[in-house]
């Protein structure tokens, strides 16, 4: 059964200062999904990541793969208000969620 | 843009009633899928369709539970007798087969039973 596990699951950022989250996910999977949720809001796909190695960037947010591992990190450059929000890792066809790591900017 | 549509955005019903929740998925899309969060918790995969036919379903979906498409456009999800664990926002999402493979997730049905 895959199981996906996010870390943490609550983190306080300040403005201007970098964070990573973490997602392991315990079957080999090759590709992996982040998706943002805002409170009471649907999900927004943000990075979708197809191989060993993959890199996406948006913005202030980056996102990788190691399927090696079995890991993917969201990584925050410069947090600012408008990225608190709720971050889901998913993976696999059907998407098994992680826990969501609940991200609030303080400033 | 295109965009997946549910309704109603809240249903309240009561313990041992049926409810229907709605869903039309983006046109051109071929897969179709259930999610549900109970409040404060993470997402949680119900069931997967796919030419007109259950593709995956998770334990959560038991016998209680059914999905159909009953025409072309939309794409229901039946809870034959409510419980109050029920209880959740319930996301539709449908997606294409492309490389990319993202599923889009509709606003959600808040359902309430009381």
């Known amino acids: 059964e895959l199981k996906v596990e996010q870390n943490p699951l609550f983190l306080s950022m300040q403005e201007g200062k970098n964070y990573t989250i973490y997602c392991n996910y315990s079957t080999t999977s090759d590709r992996l999904y982040w998706y943002r949720q805002d409170p009471g809001k649907s999900l927004e796909s943000l990075f979708v990541l197809l191989s060993n190695g993959a890199v996406k960037q948006e913005g202030r947010l980056m996102a990788s793969l190691d399927t090696k591992a079995r890991l993917s990190t969201l990584h925050i450059t410069a947090a600012v208000h408008d990225l608190s929000a709720t971050y889901f890792c998913?993976?696999?066809?059907?998407?098994?969620f992680g826990k969501g790591t609940k991200l609030s900017v303080k400033p | 843009e295109p965009e997946v549509t549910q309704t109603p955005s809240h249903q309240v019903t009561q313990m041992g009633q049926e409810v229907i929740l709605r869903c039309v998925p983006i046109?051109?899309?071929?897969?179709f899928y259930w999610y549900r969060q109970i409040l404060g918790q993470k997402v949680e995969f119900l069931v997967s369709?796919?030419?007109?036919?259950?593709?995956?379903k998770s334990e959560i979906f038991d016998d209680q539970f059914s999905v159909e498409r009953p025409d072309g456009s939309n794409f229901t999800l039946k809870i034959r007798s409510t419980k109050l664990e029920d209880s959740a926002m319930y996301f539709c999402a449908s997606k294409i087969l492309d490389g990319r493979n993202i599923q889009y997730f509709g606003a959600g049905t808040r359902l309430s039973v009381l």
């Open positions: 369709f796919y030419n007109n036919e259950i593709s995956e």
């Open positions: 046109s051109n899309h071929l897969y």
């Open positions: 998913a993976v696999g066809r059907d998407l098994i």
